[in-house]
């Protein structure tokens, strides 16, 4: 058992839409100048909210998902990734005690107990007073080690903040580390699967800069630095990963497949691939390579542009015709099909799946599954299991049927991903450090090919 000094912090709230995001980033930026090296981190499965730390502190952010990835691989990647930091700062999901269904189980507060990190709370408190104080102390008081100990209190003015600091501290028994006004020119935008991305928005340094400056105006910095550095030592297993040859693998990287876990690819990368980024809205040709990686994004909003693309598409076609590996999941699944439907327009996609695709009026699957492989793929053998997530408003004429997903509650189950023996295309995400055993077959198959070459 290893063990680090990590100071390290959460950034929670009651439930969505309560700026969480926002007052993060405005943290993180905060913290950056004063000179700190920062570390961040996000609870549960989205892709779009570490973007935007990413983005701001110039270094990727990190998934951690204790469903997903299991507690000791979540200490594992939080040690990993925090070591070399002055602070690391974690921001949860939905509600803090929301996870699976009647449970915490996956919640941020199942997080922040996995790795033992001190939380601060983030309550909204327009159109209200002494309330806030009651909220607080529910959230602190609902379990023994909620491990709540500051809260920041958001869309309230100054003089309202003061006015009612001392009262809310005293009925809640939580320290206040500060507040953010309303900010109306500070909001990130949001679609059908979350806030749009931090490439999509032209001024997102402008409403960064103005986030941190109003953090270094009405937040307590030094508190909140000082609650990070208090937490305790985080205690995890080392993990050993062998390298299994050297391989090229393209990665489609751009506005339309921008999807991926980094944790997921360093490990791709630990076991030999070297990833070599491509655009599908851009380029006409993939890198000389021995395996694609096609991740998930919004290919239906740039479904004219990628459809123009003939001389990727034909090319992608034909090299998984020739057994080039490939990985393709949900977005990236979808442009592997041959036609992408819309009311005004028919559009040709890549072709190499057998099916058609379009966008429906709700979710058609949202949450997190288990998925078992019904015969041998190129990611493992049949019977065996990893855990991941599905959310997307499209569906297609041919989900297939080389695993079976479950549901986490264990109520329901479909069959679901194309693939063989040197492709796993479908709807459901997983994150490689799942079960690593996943990640060493696709990289010993990208080898095994580029033998053969």
């Not at 006409?284 to 479904?303: H, K, R, T």
């Not at 709700?362 to 078992?372: A, N």
Request: charge should be neutral; hydrophobic fraction near 40%.
């Amino acid at each position: 058992m290893a063990e680090i000094k990590m100071p390290r912090f959460m950034i929670t709230a009651p439930g969505s839409n309560t700026g969480k995001t926002t007052i993060v980033c405005g943290l993180l930026k905060a913290l950056l100048k004063k000179g700190l090296q920062v570390a961040a981190f996000k609870s549960g499965p989205d892709y779009i909210d570490p973007m935007f730390h990413t983005k701001v502190i110039g270094a990727h952010s990190r998934n951690l998902d204790v469903y997903m990835l299991g507690k000791e691989t979540t200490r594992y990647l939080a040690a990993k990734n925090g070591k070399q930091a002055d602070i690391s700062v974690f921001e949860g999901a939905m509600g803090y005690y929301d996870g699976l269904g009647k449970d915490t189980t996956a919640s941020a507060y199942d997080l922040a107990c996995t790795c033992d990190v001190p939380v601060i709370l983030v309550v909204n408190g327009k159109g209200a007073s002494l309330s806030i104080a009651a909220q607080i102390k529910g959230f602190k008081d609902f379990r023994p080690d909620s491990r709540i100990v500051g809260a920041i209190l958001n869309n309230i003015n100054p003089m309202t903040y003061l006015y009612y600091k001392e009262a809310i501290e005293k009925e809640s028994g939580v320290k206040l580390l500060g507040y953010f006004p309303v900010m109306e020119d500070c909001n990130f935008e949001s679609r059908h699967l979350g806030l749009i991305t931090a490439e999509e928005i032209g001024d997102l340094q402008r409403i960064v800069d103005s986030l941190a400056a109003q953090a270094e105006k009405s937040l307590d910095l030094e508190a909140i630095f000082q609650l990070a550095r208090a937490a305790a030592p985080l205690n995890y297993e080392e993990k050993t990963i062998t390298p299994l040859g050297k391989t090229k693998i393209a990665i489609a990287q751009d506005r339309a497949f921008c999807f991926y876990y980094q944790d997921a690819l360093d490990l791709l990368q630990e076991l030999g691939a070297k990833l070599l980024p491509f655009s599908p809205l851009k380029d006409s040709y993939i890198p000389d390579c021995d395996g694609i990686i096609l991740g998930g994004g919004y290919p239906e909003l740039y479904a004219k542009e990628l459809s123009s693309n003939i001389s990727l598409m034909k090319q992608i076609k034909e090299a998984l015709e020739q057994g080039m590996p490939c990985l393709a999941e949900c977005g990236g699944f979808m442009y592997l099909l041959q036609k992408y439907i819309t009311e005004a327009a028919v559009y040709e996609w890549v072709g190499a799946l057998q099916g058609e695709t379009q966008m429906t009026q709700k979710l058609r699957r949202f949450g997190y599954i288990e998925l078992e492989a019904q015969q041998d793929n190129v990611l493992c053998r049949a019977g065996e299991r990893i855990r991941g997530h599905e959310f997307h408003y499209s569906d297609s004429t041919n989900n297939g049927e080389v695993f079976l997903a479950r549901k986490a509650s264990g109520k329901g189950s479909w069959p679901c991903v194309q693939g063989g023996t040197s492709l796993y295309a479908g709807y459901p995400h997983i994150h490689l450090w799942g079960n690593p055993v996943f990640a060493q077959n696709f990289v010993r198959c990208c080898c095994e090919y580029a033998n053969k070459k």
